[in-house]
């Protein structure tokens, strides 16, 4: 691989064995996308050029880039008793991901969401529904499926269970990584508990001033962040880690859909830590993994495999 300017490991290996590699703990959906000539002006009508469901959600897309990257996985979240449920956890299983944990709530549907993608661009409009009832709490976790995990991956749908699960990991030494959109004040516990946000530009937006990105990111460091990340979709992102500034441009793809690119970016993240990267090879990799995702139509349709990601970062 090529040299990059790190000086060692960003979160060095633990001497102790475990059982998994990332333990995702969070939301999975089902997605019904259809792609459009461009997006709609409100009340108009328009013809969808096609429209297919495919399986989605954060942290279950995640996981399934660690698997998918050779990682053992496991994956906690919540589904309602329906095909949907079932559709969007298909892959996982396929995939070999630990799907024991997962619990199933009758007479609730799954979460799933209606995306709109446009063709020239692949930018997408996500329109999601989530059910009270598929809020994960303290009970659905157990303290030992965290402490048997390399690393955490959580979101930000589910603070409270989320909160209890990262003081855990932390005590038992396991890096936590979360995926947030959007700020408020109840993921401020959670937070607390992070080593690793790595949050979107809506984020920024609504955590500081004028969506100030190094206010942002100064302001996750200073609250105990080993690293912090503002993704930028088709700009890249932008980290902070102690005082040091680590930015990078997209990484170059025939992009069809942009749709699980930061879900995609968390996976290659949690792949790249583990792997024993420095700080920017670690966030190349989650650079390289969320631009091959946008290949394909889908969260998930382009996830790439191990080879592809080390000839990105071979390459650059
Ligand atoms: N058009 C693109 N070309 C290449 N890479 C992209 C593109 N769009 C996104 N990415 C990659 O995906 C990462 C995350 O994208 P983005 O900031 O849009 O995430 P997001 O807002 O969390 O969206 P979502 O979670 O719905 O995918 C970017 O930092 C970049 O690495
Ligand atoms: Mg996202």
Redesign the pocket.
Known sequence: MTRVDDTGPLWPPSSRPRAVDVLGVGQNALDRIGRVERHPRKGEKQMLLDSRDRPGG?VA?AVLACARLGLRCTYVGRIGDDDAGRAALAPLRAAGVDLSGVRRISGVPSQTAMILVDRN????T?LWHRAPELQLDRADLRRDTIEAARALLLDAGDPEAGAWAAGVARAAGVPVIL?A?HYAPDLDELLRGIDFPL????FADSFSENGSIPETLQRLVRGGARLA?????????VALTGDRWIE?P????A?RD?????????G?FAWGLLQGFGARQTLRA?????????RAEG?QGGLPARREVEEVLALR
Do not use: K, M, P, W
């Not at 949050?199 to 809506?202: C, D, K, P, Q, T």
């Not at 990340?229 to 992102?237: E, I, N, P, S």
């Open positions: 954060q897309t661009d692949g930018d997408r996500i995926d959109d949050v979107s530009r809506g990340a503002v993704t930028l979709g088709d700009r890249g992102f990078e997209a990484v170059a793809v992009v942009t749709t699980g690119a930061g879900d995609a970016f968390h290659g989650a650079n390289a993994v969320a631009a091959l995702n946008c969260a």
